[in-house]
């Protein structure tokens, strides 16, 4: 029986159409192509087109999720996009979709920044503003068009995806409740970019098992302790996803089987699309999702940090899944693009 009357009723997804092979981006630098294929396991990743920004990729996003949600977007009280890729430095993106959405200009918002997990810090605070009774209906995106410096390892992995969450309080328009959230924070510089700088650096290793491995795995067993869970409980497990050994380690150590971790795991097929990257994958899960399934999800940001989830899919969701396009079905749209008509898009 659900008890939560929090959750989402509305979810959407955007992945650009443009692709780049691995092999493409190792060819351009005289690098082994199958030992970074091994290494991350990604074949490819997904590229912004020149017209398209963490804007526009939101919009497409939170379009989709209003068709599933059903309701009017006038009716969505606060927006939050979480990204680090804003269009500008100095301008909100969330302006700019509230008014490419038709919203009315009574709605709270922010542009929030976190590395890879702004997208789910902005799902915490859309789901927080219901709790406390100030909104009836929040938008929550993670967008990204991430950035990486030529023949540098991020290279083979920065993507472009966007994915929104309309959180609300009607039981019968809910998808999924939100049981849990809780979070681990810490100041570990493992990532990061100046403003003057056009791309980010990274600590090489630095950002695994003091990082990724550390955040995510306390992160998690935080969460099944607060709610006296065990990976058995779950039907699906999805964890940020910087490469393709990284969530299929941390799977491991905590006891979950492949089976729960596979359906989610995007970054395979489209590289790590940053703030967006577990939001997508938890919207591919509610795309082919039963209801009463149970679903975890960690993200995780450098910085550093991580926050969990726990969702309980519902009655509902069924009715919802086919009213926008799946995430498959933008994972499967694709058009191959050599190095330099790349290049010249990421100029």
């Given at each position: 029986?659900?008890?939560?009357?929090i959750?989402?009723?509305?979810?959407?997804?955007?992945?650009p159409?443009?692709?780049?092979?691995?092999?493409?981006?190792?060819?351009?630098?005289?690098?082994?192509?199958?030992?970074?294929k091994?290494?991350?396991?990604?074949?490819?990743?997904?590229?912004?087109?020149?017209?398209?920004?963490?804007?526009?990729?939101?919009?497409?996003?939170?379009?989709?999720?209003?068709k599933?949600?059903?309701?009017?977007?006038?009716?969505?009280?606060?927006?939050?996009?979480?990204?680090?890729?804003?269009?500008?430095?100095?301008?909100?993106?969330s302006?700019?979709?509230?008014?490419?959405?038709?919203?009315?200009?009574?709605f709270?918002?922010?542009?929030?920044?976190?590395?890879?997990?702004?997208?789910?810090?902005?799902l915490?605070?859309?789901y927080?503003?219901?709790?406390?009774?100030?909104?009836?209906?929040?938008?929550?995106?993670?967008?990204?068009?991430?950035?990486?410096?030529?023949?540098?390892?991020l290279?083979?992995?920065?993507?472009?995806?966007?994915?929104?969450?309309?959180?609300?309080k009607?039981?019968?328009?809910?998808?999924a409740?939100?049981?849990?959230?809780?979070?681990?924070?810490?100041?570990?510089?493992?990532?990061?970019?100046?403003?003057?700088?056009k791309?980010?650096?990274?600590?090489?290793r630095?950002?695994?098992?003091?990082?990724y491995?550390?955040?995510?795995?306390?992160?998690?067993?935080?969460?099944?302790?607060?709610?006296?869970?065990?990976?058995?409980?779950?039907?699906?497990?999805?964890?940020?996803?910087?490469?393709?050994?990284?969530?299929?380690?941390?799977a491991?150590?905590l006891?979950?089987?492949?089976?729960?971790?596979?359906p989610?795991?995007?970054v395979?097929?489209?590289?790590?699309?940053?703030s967006?990257?577990?939001?997508?994958?938890?919207?591919a899960?509610?795309?082919?999702?039963?209801?009463?399934?149970?679903?975890?999800?960690?993200?995780?940001?450098?910085g550093?940090?991580s926050d969990?989830?726990?969702f309980?899919?519902?009655?509902?969701?069924?009715?919802?899944?086919k009213?926008?396009?799946?995430?498959?079905s933008?994972?499967?749209?694709?058009?191959?693009?050599?190095?330099l008509e790349?290049?010249?898009?990421?100029?």
């Open positions: 029986m659900q008890t939560n009357k959750g989402i009723v509305g979810f959407g997804s955007y992945i159409k443009y692709r780049i092979k691995i092999e493409e981006i190792a060819k351009a630098h005289k690098k082994d192509s199958n030992q970074i091994s290494n991350l396991l990604i074949h490819e990743k997904s590229i912004a087109s020149y017209d398209e920004d963490s804007a526009t990729m939101s919009v497409e996003a939170a379009q989709n999720a209003l599933r949600s059903q309701i009017k977007s006038k009716k969505i009280d606060a927006i939050y996009i979480g990204s680090e890729s804003h269009p500008y430095a100095v301008k909100p993106t302006t700019i979709v509230g008014q490419a959405l038709n919203l009315d200009n009574n709270m918002t922010a542009d929030l920044e976190f590395a890879c997990k702004a997208g789910t810090a902005a915490q605070i859309c927080s503003l219901i709790k406390s009774n100030s909104a009836n209906y929040t938008l929550a995106i993670g967008t990204d068009n991430a950035q990486a410096k030529p023949n540098n390892i290279q083979y992995s920065a993507a472009a995806g966007s994915a929104a969450f309309i959180i609300g009607n039981k019968n328009e809910i998808v409740t939100i049981d849990q959230t809780t979070s681990i924070t810490t100041n570990t510089p493992d990532f990061w970019r100046r403003d003057i700088q791309y980010p650096t990274h600590a090489g630095f950002t695994g098992q003091p990082s491995f550390s955040h995510t795995l306390e992160t998690t067993k935080k969460i099944l302790n607060q709610t006296k869970s065990k990976p058995k409980d779950f039907d699906f497990v999805i964890f940020h996803q910087p490469n393709g050994k990284f969530p299929l380690s941390i491991k150590k006891g979950f089987s492949k089976e729960q971790i596979l989610g795991l995007l395979t097929q489209i590289g790590n699309t940053y967006a990257s577990s939001l997508l994958s938890l919207s899960i509610l795309d082919i999702a039963k209801p009463n399934q149970k679903i975890l999800l960690t993200s995780y940001g450098s550093a940090g969990a989830f726990i309980t899919t519902t009655n509902s969701l069924i009715s919802k899944q009213l926008a396009p799946n995430t498959k933008y994972i499967n749209k694709k058009q191959y693009l050599n190095y790349y290049k010249e898009l990421k100029s």
